[in-house]
């Protein structure tokens, strides 16, 4: 694809026009102009038709944008015209989480197997899935066309399973190891590291203003 | 305090700052230089100083940086040379998850209580919590010191939620419904938005290459 230019600012913003865009559907709402979406979003008109202009617009002068047609677009720009086959590894608690939550099925990302490697978690039921022994992973990927793993696991070990599994040839990990993941420039990696985010609350808070 | 013109994304890399500098003091390095630190934490060295200028500097020429000091002074500007008082709200799996994260506490961040709305979920134990119905919520900020409220709820009555915690004086959220809540400009919110994540990882996917 040619988007290679794209800055992860304008990424980033991208599935946040997804959500309000969806929002406006639910509602009905079939178009809007970029003042009024500007208005619901809280990023800048200018900022918006900016934002779009780098995928081709969308916008037409004098009607604004036809909200049904922009979502799908925004969707399939994003890879939601397709379903994501996901292994999770590591079923703690935040594994759990992500395993019971339901929204990400309905958006195309199917967890389709839970790996952990505590003798004690395996064979458990968690929903529909029975917990694999994370040894049984490697063959798991070879047996069954998976494109995401969803990392669980604790610092110590992350990069050794994403190794293999960029060796197994896993394009996409999604990271909730507190680690920055070293791998091949063709292998995105995702990470949330929800205590850098918390630290970041801190220090708005000390600052005593939102940025 | 003075550093209100700090760029989000140099506030966003102090963090990971953090975390590096806590790995080398785990391992007894005692300096580094910012060269040194710019092959572990893949920042340019010009970045770093650039980044840590912004506060003061820290290094010393031909010495670097003191690992110690430097990790020290970062946490006292993330705020963490303090203890913080936390409400979680919403007990779901999510709620669940990071009540029973004790890396939060470690830190200085103390889960106090855990409200749910759910009656089904009143009165059960979870970790050293019993949950308490949602609608004690505003007795108990008003009765106990909370700095901080981490609301693991649904988008619908988010808002709601917000307003009450604002208007008992709470100057921090940690967000997780996935909306874009509206508070006063000394409350701050910081927002983990996990399917915004899961979107952006299949747009770089699709993209075939990391930015």
């Given at each position: 694809m040619g988007n290679k230019n794209i800055s992860m600012a304008v990424i980033r913003r991208l599935p946040k026009y997804y959500r309000y865009l969806a929002d406006l559907l639910a509602k009905d709402i079939q178009r809007i102009s970029s003042k009024e979406l500007s208005e619901i979003i809280g990023f800048t008109a200018s900022q918006i038709r900016q934002d779009l202009n780098n995928f081709g617009g969308f916008g037409q002068q004098?009607?604004?944008?036809n909200v049904e047609a922009l979502h799908k677009e925004i969707g399939k720009i994003l890879g939601l015209d397709r379903n994501y086959n996901a292994i999770l590894v590591g079923a703690g608690n935040l594994g759990q989480a992500l395993t019971n939550y339901t929204g990400f099925k309905n958006a195309?990302?199917?967890?389709k197997a839970v790996f952990d490697a505590n003798p004690k978690m395996i064979g458990l039921k968690l929903r529909d899935y029975e917990i694999m022994d994370s040894d049984e992973m490697e063959k798991y990927i070879v047996d069954n066309a998976v494109d995401i793993a969803i990392l669980c696991i604790p610092k110590n070990g992350a990069q050794e399973v994403a190794d293999k599994l960029v060796k197994l040839g896993i394009k996409g990990i999604w990271n909730f190891a507190p680690i920055d993941l070293e791998v091949p420039n063709d292998v995105i990696v995702e990470s949330v590291n929800l205590t850098e985010s918390l630290f970041t609350l801190s220090y708005l808070m000390k600052e005593g203003t939102e940025i």
């Amino acid at each position: 694809m040619g988007n290679k230019n794209i800055s992860m600012a304008v990424i980033r913003r991208l599935p946040k026009y997804y959500r309000y865009l969806a929002d406006l559907l639910a509602k009905d709402i079939q178009r809007i102009s970029s003042k009024e979406l500007s208005e619901i979003i809280g990023f800048t008109a200018s900022q918006i038709r900016q934002d779009l202009n780098n995928f081709g617009g969308f916008g037409q002068q004098g009607y604004g944008y036809n909200v049904e047609a922009l979502h799908k677009e925004i969707g399939k720009i994003l890879g939601l015209d397709r379903n994501y086959n996901a292994i999770l590894v590591g079923a703690g608690n935040l594994g759990q989480a992500l395993t019971n939550y339901t929204g990400f099925k309905n958006a195309g990302f199917d967890i389709k197997a839970v790996f952990d490697a505590n003798p004690k978690m395996i064979g458990l039921k968690l929903r529909d899935y029975e917990i694999m022994d994370s040894d049984e992973m490697e063959k798991y990927i070879v047996d069954n066309a998976v494109d995401i793993a969803i990392l669980c696991i604790p610092k110590n070990g992350a990069q050794e399973v994403a190794d293999k599994l960029v060796k197994l040839g896993i394009k996409g990990i999604w990271n909730f190891a507190p680690i920055d993941l070293e791998v091949p420039n063709d292998v995105i990696v995702e990470s949330v590291n929800l205590t850098e985010s918390l630290f970041t609350l801190s220090y708005l808070m000390k600052e005593g203003t939102e940025i």
